[in-house]
């Protein structure tokens, strides 16, 4: 079973003895492994659903807003999908063994350097059910044991699902204790996660600033933050703007609840009297609360229709909120370093972009711009584990050690040094 051991204690006692049998399997059972777990997830669909309807009722009668029921939300085809990510993460290179770096020394000693499993990873996350498969799909298949702490909202859900990975990857063959849920506690139960250094070698935590805080104030485990994004797309006074309008919708609506979704929007002066208007207009259009610095309320008035109306004026906690929903700050700003200055002051270290057909404006916001994911003439929305390449992800790093980015199975590995000699000595 996934959930009932004693304590907090207990359970990262179990993971850190199931991790040392992790890191020796071999490619084939974790795959085997990961397969089941695919497989009982169809095969169990309804259970599922039944366990995720009583938290989104939960939601609803708590009325935690729209985007959060987003991420709650279950439905067969996400669980079809979750169940086929499980399966791309299977298909994928194992990193464990995996040769970084081999040399002779002059003495003759060789040395080689070589990935390894962390060990006893522990995730943290808010009312997202998907991430309990993801983040136990890629700490598996990485060697790693898993202990799993989800919000109460998702109660039931992440309980069902850490049951079913539970049961089907021991029935074939990976140690008791490689995936666990911690359940039912409070801050005291995520102060008691945080403080294991004895069991736990990781946590990361997805989530807000408030888990983040609860964190940093407790934990004595190493920490990788897969915290919020305040993303910002940036039209260029080069811009296509057929192309900046396209990128511009589909990075805050295709999925607004999400981190890697734009939250604010730069554009640059030159252009600023044909697109503003006119993205603000396709923004109120697709149901976007636009919050607009003086300078777009003028464009906006000065263009006549009723958007102007609908507009709000910006105040300074705007440009620095993330927003997880259908809500949008507009800038306009007079030159492409005023957008850089911008993104360095109130961006959060996740996904930038610039939409430009100039060479040298790209180079210089790509050389520019601190951040995890920086983007020329694309959607933010695609820093992503998945999109990338990586299969699933846990989250995306904005901190700069050891991982930045999407977590995915190799930054879930640390390294060794194997180090072979013929009875050498040091002189």
């Not at 070589?114 to 990873?121: F, K, M, Q």
């Not at 964190?215 to 703007?241: E, R």
């Not at 306009?332 to 100039?358: L, P």
């Amino acid at each position: 079973m996934a959930t009932v051991i004693s304590s907090v204690a207990d359970i990262c006692r179990s993971a850190k003895l199931a991790s040392r049998t992790l890191a020796l399997l071999d490619s084939g059972v974790k795959d085997a492994a990961l397969g089941a777990i695919a497989v009982a997830l169809e095969e169990r669909l309804e259970e599922i659903l039944q366990a995720n309807e009583r938290d989104m009722q939960a939601g609803r009668e708590n009325e935690i807003g729209d985007a959060l029921l987003d991420r709650l939300r279950l439905d067969e085809r996400r669980i079809r999908a979750i169940a086929g990510a499980v399966r791309q993460i299977a298909a994928l290179a194992d990193p464990v063994g995996e040769l970084i770096e081999g040399r002779r020394l002059p003495n003759g000693l060789d040395v080689r350097k070589v990935r390894v499993p962390l060990g006893v990873v522990a995730v943290v996350y808010e009312a997202r059910p998907n991430v309990t498969i993801d983040a136990a799909s890629l700490c598996l298949k990485s060697g790693n044991a898993i202990v799993l702490r989800g919000s109460s909202s998702a109660e039931h859900s992440n309980a069902a699902l850490a049951q079913i990975a539970s049961e089907a990857a021991v029935a074939v063959g990976l140690p008791q204790g490689c995936v666990s849920l911690v359940a039912g506690g409070g801050r005291e139960e995520l102060a008691e996660l945080a403080t294991q250094k004895d069991s736990v070698d990781l946590i990361i935590p997805r989530g807000g600033e408030g888990l983040k805080e609860a964190l940093q104030a407790v934990a004595t485990v190493p920490v990788i933050y897969a915290a919020s994004g305040n993303c910002h797309v940036y039209v260029d006074a080069a811009a296509a703007l057929d192309q900046a309008e396209a990128i511009v919708l589909n990075s805050k609506i295709q999925r607004p609840g999400v981190c890697n979704a734009a939250e604010t929007l730069l554009v640059h002066d030159d252009v600023a009297p044909q697109f503003v208007p006119r993205i603000v207009d396709a923004l109120q259009s697709a149901g976007v609360l636009v919050r607009a610095d003086e300078r777009t309320l003028a464009l906006v008035r000065d263009a006549g229709g009723p958007a102007a109306a609908l507009l709000q004026a910006a105040v300074e906690e705007d440009w620095a909120k993330e927003y997880l929903a259908m809500t949008l700050a507009v800038r306009v700003v007079d030159t492409a370093q005023e957008a850089i200055e911008h993104i360095a002051r109130y961006g959060s270290g996740h996904s930038e972009a610039i939409v430009t057909r100039d060479t040298g404006a790209a180079r210089a916001f790509e050389l520019g711009v601190d951040a995890a994911c920086v983007y020329v003439n694309a959607s933010t929305r695609f820093t992503d584990g998945g999109e990338f390449g990586m299969g699933a992800e846990i989250g995306n790093s904005t901190q700069k050690l050891h991982v930045r980015g999407p977590i995915g199975l190799r930054e879930l590995c640390t390294f060794k040094y194997l180090v072979e000699g013929d009875g050498h000595v040091r002189a």
